[in-house]
């Protein structure tokens, strides 16, 4: 067999059935072997073993690690609190965006704003309720389509 080979392992249960037939082999073994060289000695009896106590069912959480302890009322509220305006935060997030072309910067909110008052400007009683851009830096404008007719312009 070459270094790589994997030997095949036994289970422990295995293993002890092999050593308890080794072990009764020896004892059969030995009184024969001892009768045959002195012959007026008595065998002695051999010792019945007990049976195994059945083993006990293991409780629940024995053998695991330790874990984080538990909360105290007041930590699980100030946590609480902690997680909702965390949440809030998030909630009300707003990206900073920005379009960089050509060696400029121009800021994606800030064309947002123009197109919407731009827009007020041209329909001063209509509702903005759908909004799409287009950005084309190389013609310096932002073109809009509101309220899914509405066409527009706005220039940086």
Same mark, same amino acid.
């Given at each position: 067999?070459?270094?790589?080979?994997?030997?095949?392992?036994?289970? %422990?249960?295995?293993?002890?059935?092999?050593? %308890?037939?080794?072990?009764?082999? @020896?004892?059969?073994?030995?009184?024969?072997?001892?009768?045959?060289?002195? $012959?007026?000695?008595?065998?002695? $009896?051999?010792?019945? !073993?007990?049976?195994?106590?059945?083993?006990?069912?293991?409780?629940?959480?024995?053998?695991?690690?330790?874990?984080?302890? $538990?909360?105290?009322?007041?930590?699980?509220?100030?946590?609480?609190? @902690?997680?909702?305006?965390?949440?809030? %935060?998030?909630?009300?997030?707003? $990206?900073?965006?920005?379009?960089?072309? @050509?060696?400029?910067?121009?800021?994606?909110?800030?064309?947002?704003?123009?197109?919407? &008052?731009?827009?007020?400007?041209?329909? %001063?009683?209509?509702?903005?309720?759908?909004? !799409?851009?287009?950005?084309?830096?190389?013609?310096?404008?932002?073109?809009?389509?509101?309220?899914?007719?509405? &066409?527009?312009?706005?220039?940086?």
């Amino acid at each position: 067999m070459g270094k790589n080979s994997k030997k095949s392992r036994k289970s %422990k249960s295995e293993r002890l059935e092999e050593a %308890k037939k080794a072990i009764d082999a @020896a004892e059969l073994s030995a009184p024969v072997e001892a009768a045959a060289a002195a $012959p007026e000695a008595p065998a002695a $009896p051999k010792a019945e !073993k007990a049976p195994a106590a059945p083993k006990k069912a293991a409780k629940k959480g024995e053998g695991k690690k330790p874990g984080r302890k $538990p909360m105290t009322p007041e930590e699980k509220a100030a946590n609480a609190k @902690a997680r909702a305006e965390a949440k809030a %935060k998030a909630a009300s997030m707003v $990206p900073s965006l920005t379009l960089q072309y @050509a060696g400029q910067e121009h800021d994606i909110t800030a064309l947002l704003d123009a197109v919407k &008052e731009d827009f007020k400007a041209k329909h %001063k009683r209509t509702l903005l309720t759908e909004l !799409k851009l287009y950005f084309k830096p190389e013609d310096g404008a932002v073109y809009y389509v509101a309220n899914g007719s509405v &066409e527009g312009k706005v220039e940086f």
